[in-house]
């Protein structure tokens, strides 16, 4: 049995200021690019952006990439307190309407680990058709907030972000994500899950 899946665009930008001028290797874009990949069935067009910590920069590349139909844009990077992190800002002042649920989640996986994850800003928002969430910056935590945590019988203890993405795409009228359990299992309604196609 052949199951057809929608294709899906999705926007990764990583945001640094050193990355983006070649000081050091940006290790965001692939961490985004390999972790969808390995979560979604779904076929993946990416637009990667490598941006620096610029407001107005950071929003015009959101804009673009939401107006050339991504459904889905993930940022990594610029969410601390420090002067040049503006990437929450540049995301809400491009929004529709928040999603505060996201930003707190990610904190809550992250304090089991740092207790510095008080100091991520992280937002999440609604522009059009598109959901747009800031991710941390390291590849590790980017893995673990979008994932959650596992006992050692595989088991979630807490559960990721990314299990409620494709039930909040489904509401804005984007495609339909369909995730491989084992890596993250998708929570939708029983009146929201689609039958499998032949």
Partial sequence: MSLHHDAVKIGIVSISDRASTGVYEDKGLPALKTWLTQALKNPIEFEARLIPDDKEGISATLVELVDTGCNLVLTTGGTGPAIRDVTPEATLAIADKEMPGFGEQMRQISLRFVPTAILSRQVAVIRGQSLIINLPGQPKS?????????????????????????????????????????????????????????
């Fill in 142 to 198: 980017i893995a673990e907030t979008l994932e959650g945590l596992k006992d050692s019988a595989g088991q979630s203890i807490v559960h990721g972000i990314f299990a409620a993405v494709p039930y909040c795409i489904d509401l804005i009228g984007g495609p339909y994500l369909e995730t491989h359990d084992e890596v993250c299992k998708a929570f939708r309604p029983k009146t929201a899950i689609r039958p499998p196609q032949a």
